[in-house]
């Protein structure tokens, strides 16, 4: 049994077949434009795709809820994260044209039609999500004036930002003056590379 069908057992043969085709598709990008960087293409599953899906052990985005990812770079964690829910809409953003070229160059290959992506700046987006995501992008400090208004008012049960993080957090929460709810990856995932790994949970209100 592979490390995906370890941790989700759920997933269906389809959706298996999608995550080789992301990492083929994903490792064949990276070799013109760098999405993430040659070490970081050793296990690839679990550095990006496990992790990605960490959000998902903290939250299941409902049928119908749209997710906005911030950042996304070569689709992290947002192209993970719609192969596993099928039935909810992904906007991915990130500031850079050649990168969400190569998102709407990957969605398309994979044929998934859950998934938008648009070349802007966070502060820029104007339409509301139930859920934000990000990974590695920002400081929460900077990071939440970005995204604090894009939520809909009556959102989805759990609505709010769950960010990727590493490390102490303790001085970054305090800096944002946030209320925030941090859940350790390791939690769920018994590989090294979690140990330090967490989903940080803010609120939409
Ligand atoms: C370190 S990369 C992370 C990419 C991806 N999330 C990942 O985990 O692999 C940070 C990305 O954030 C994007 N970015 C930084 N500030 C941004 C902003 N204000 N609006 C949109 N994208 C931004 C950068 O262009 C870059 O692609």
């Known amino acids: 049994m592979n490390l995906l069908q370890h941790h989700f057992p759920q997933l269906t043969p389809q959706q ?51 997710v906005l990812d911030v950042g ?7 192209l993970p994260l719609a192969i596993l829910f099928p039935e909810v809409h992904f906007h991915l953003v990130d500031s850079i044209g050649k990168k969400i070229r190569a998102v709407q160059f990957m969605a398309a290959a994979l044929g998934l039609n859950n ?14 999500y139930d859920f934000v995501v990000s990974r590695a992008v920002a400081r929460l400090a900077t990071f939440h004036p970005w995204i604090a208004h894009r939520f809909k008012p009556q959102g989805a049960p759990g609505a709010g930002l769950y960010y990727l993080k590493g490390g102490d957090l303790t001085e970054e929460i305090a800096e944002s003056g946030l209320k925030a709810r ?11 590379f979690f140990e330090t790994k967490k989903v940080v949970f803010v609120p939409a209100k």
């Open 115 to 128: 998934v938008t992506a648009e070349q802007t700046r966070a502060e820029q987006v104007r339409a509301k």
């Open 182 to 192: 941090v859940t350790n990856l390791s939690d769920f995932y018994p590989e090294e």
């Open 16 to 66: 298996l077949e999608l995550f080789k085709q992301f990492e083929a598709e994903f490792r064949a990008t990276n070799e013109a434009i760098n999405l993430v960087s040659r070490p970081d293409m050793e296990n690839f599953t679990e550095r990006h795709v496990l992790h990605s899906l960490g959000i998902a052990k903290v939250v299941q985005f409902p049928k119908g809820s749209a």
């Open 72 to 78: 996304t770079g070569g689709g992290l964690p947002g």
